[in-house]
């Protein structure tokens, strides 16, 4: 039934500490954003002419 | 009993080209009238230069010199995600093939604002009671669906946010924000879109008979690009209404904002260490109680009573379907509200677009001097590119950074399919057997041509008709007439 269904996450009530933030390790996900971002000047580049454009005034 | 939940979303993309002719204002004419001849294309006939709708049960219209693509009325939030990320796969194809056709370069933007103080909508859309639609609407702003549907959506922005650097708000400057469109937000309640913007939209349209149900029309949310950012848009902001419907929240009394919610809008989209505390009313049984909660202290409260709600109500879901996907939106949400809790942003990488968008400018920040310029110009439209080889959310989902909700062949499906029930496809499907009679389409209503004589064949509510009755009689009508007597039966 779905009633009876257990719900695998259950966010903290209020009244639980917050975690401090912990130092963190790398990871494989953390090289591949340092890829990502060593494509940003070229992305700048190609985004930079419309960044200057403003828009019409819309919904 | 809550009403069943329609939902759809209105995206306004932002559109340049590189020359003066044509310009961004003609290039959505041209990208319109490539799509009558394409077969994403549906009502050709009907289409106007500014105007069509697709095969896919959705539209794609002109406003404001934009291009806005309108999703079919999804059943369900994961539906949401597939048909929100088909419309920039069809959006992004008209401009390709435009560029093409007129020796130019178009590109085209999924996001809520320009940097420069201009704003974009992507307007939500809900079918909720008539009752509840006039409780939100006109009833006292102290009412306590009121003030949880309000709260609701200013915290929401922590899940869902679009994220942006810089502020467009006079005053309020600051590095980064949760939200592109809560800078734009200033009134509680109207009827305003294009100024003046308010948390509760008014406008009532039903697109159905309003007896039986009501569109709720939300503009103060982002376009996101992160699909599980969509589907806890769409999921969660539909339990909320049907929780409201249910008056569950009578014996669960939430913490929420009485007064200048605008204001907790701004401040909480600049809250991105989630640290803030802010006034809030916990009106129970007899007793109305002042707190000072952080934005997830509230948003832990919401997230279970919904939960708790979702586990009430998981039977009455009109399909197997549409039941999982309200299971994954709050699978999602509870995760990525952990992540939150840690504030392990990484972790919140490709499934929110302000965490993501967040871990990106800090990273980008930490190879040196960089101009604030360049971090819009990187963060800000390189993020919400839809060209391929121009946009940094693009390179999220090649490297597989971006988490997943959907698939591709679900996403190309529906660019040529309408969703699997509602009134959509059945919609669709009239349009295909009477391609050659169609004089008009909306949304609720098509008016097929027969011999000089008009047949309005009009749908009471979003959320179609017995499939096998309606199958039954389009199958059995040989005409337009045939089809509006045998639909007058089934419409009684």
């Known amino acids: 039934m779905p009633q009876e269904k257990e719900r695998r996450h259950r966010p903290p009530g209020p009244g639980q500490p917050e975690k401090e933030p912990e130092e963190r390790k790398r990871t494989p996900a953390d090289d591949e954003i340092d890829d990502l971002i060593d494509e940003a000047d070229e992305i700048v580049k190609k985004n930079k002419e419309n960044q200057k454009k403003k828009q019409p005034r819309r919904q | ?492």
């Open chain 2, 1 to 492: 009993m809550p009403t069943p939940k329609i939902i759809g979303t209105e995206t306004e993309y932002n559109i340049y080209s590189n020359t003066d002719s044509p310009s961004a204002d003609e290039a959505v004419n041209l990208m319109i009238n490539v799509l009558k001849g394409e077969r994403l294309g549906l009502d050709k006939r009907a289409a106007t230069p500014t105007r069509c709708f697709l095969a896919n049960g959705g539209l794609l219209y002109k406003d404001v010199g934009a291009p806005e693509y309108c999703t079919p009325e999804c059943p369900n939030p994961r539906d949401l995600v597939v048909f929100d990320k088909a419309g920039e796969l069809i959006v992004r194809e008209l401009a390709r093939k435009v560029s093409v056709l007129a020796n130019c370069k178009i590109d085209i933007y999924k996001k809520s604002s320009d940097g420069l103080g201009n704003t974009s909508g992507c307007h939500e859309n809900y079918s909720v009671s008539p009752s509840l639609f006039r409780t939100l609407t006109s009833g006292h702003p102290d009412e306590p669906a009121i003030t949880v549907w309000t709260t609701f959506l200013a915290i929401r922005q922590a899940l869902i946010g679009g994220g942006k650097v810089g502020s467009e708000f006079d005053g309020m400057p600051c590095p980064f924000q949760m939200s592109q469109r809560a800078d734009f937000i200033v009134a509680f309640r109207n009827n305003q879109t294009l100024a003046d913007r308010p948390v509760i939209q008014t406008r009532d349209e039903a697109l159905a008979d309003g007896n039986l149900v009501r569109r709720l029309h939300v503009i103060c949310g982002d376009a996101n690009l992160c699909e599980p950012a969509i589907l806890m848009k769409g999921g969660l902001t539909s339990l909320m209404l049907m929780a409201l419907e249910d008056d569950f929240s009578r014996d669960r009394p939430l913490p929420v904002f009485v007064r200048k919610v605008p204001q907790i809008f701004r401040a909480i989209s600049r809250d991105v260490n989630l640290e803030r505390k802010y006034g809030v009313s916990v009106v129970g049984p007899g007793e109305r109680t002042h707190r000072q909660l952080t934005v997830l202290e509230i948003l832990g409260q919401y997230l279970s009573a919904l939960n708790d709600y979702l586990g009430e109500i998981s039977s009455r879901f009109g399909s197997d379907e549409d039941s999982h996907a309200y299971d994954l939106t709050m699978e999602t949400a509870f995760s990525a509200f952990s992540d939150l809790m840690d504030r392990n942003y990484n972790a919140l990488f490709g499934i929110c677009d302000w965490a993501t968008k967040l871990v990106l400018a800090e990273r980008f920040r930490g190879r040196g001097q960089i101009s604030e310029e360049d971090l819009k110009s990187y963060i800000d439209m390189g993020y919400a590119n839809t060209d391929q080889n121009s946009s940094v959310y693009a390179g999220l989902v090649r490297k597989g950074l971006a988490k997943r909700v959907v698939s591709d062949e679900e996403i190309q499906k529906a660019l040529t399919v309408p969703p699997s029930h509602g009134r959509a496809p059945q919609r669709v499907v009239i349009m295909q057997k009477f391609a050659d009679n169609i004089k008009y389409v909306d949304w609720g209503k098509i008016t097929l041509a027969q011999s000089n004589q008009d047949f309005g064949i009009e749908f009471d509510t979003p959320f179609g008709y017995n499939e096998r009755v309606f199958n039954d009689i389009l199958e059995s009508s040989g005409t337009p007439e045939e089809f509006f007597r045998a639909w007058k039966t089934l419409a009684e």
